[in-house]
């Protein structure tokens, strides 16, 4: 059975720091290319930032410069470092794993909510 369980959301006032975590299970997670999505009120659901099994990383626009992707294959689990944090970086984190050999797979996590707010 899949599981992608995200962890370490709340709520943080402007300015400030949160890294959120992303364990997976079920999955061969060394190969998985790991990726955070977020998903604002009224919104559609938006790329934050990928990491390959490689360790290339790519990230939105919005996320660069303030988010770090990392991932610890040992312990199955990918990070989000958020610094910086704006109001508009509100919303629901979602955890994706995916992968296209031997046999493709895309799976999603439940999220998690960040709320930066004063």
């Known amino acids: 059975q899949v599981q992608l369980v995200e962890s370490g959301g709340g709520l943080v006032q402007p300015g400030g720091s949160l890294r959120i975590s992303c364990a997976a299970s079920g999955i061969t997670f060394s190969i998985s290319t790991m990726g955070w999505y977020r998903q604002a009120p009224g919104k559609e659901r938006e790329l934050v930032a990928t990491?390959?099994?490689?360790?290339?990383?790519n990230y939105a626009n919005s996320a660069k410069g303030r988010f770090t992707i990392s991932r610890d294959n040992a312990k199955n689990t990918v990070y989000l470092q958020m610094n910086s944090l704006k109001p508009e970086d509100t919303a629901v984190y979602y955890c994706?794993?995916?992968?296209?050999?031997?046999?493709?797979?895309?799976?999603w996590g439940q999220g998690t909510q960040v709320t930066v707010s004063s």
């Open positions: 990491v390959t099994s490689g360790g290339s990383t």
């Open positions: 994706r794993g995916s992968s296209s050999y031997p046999t493709p797979y895309d799976y």
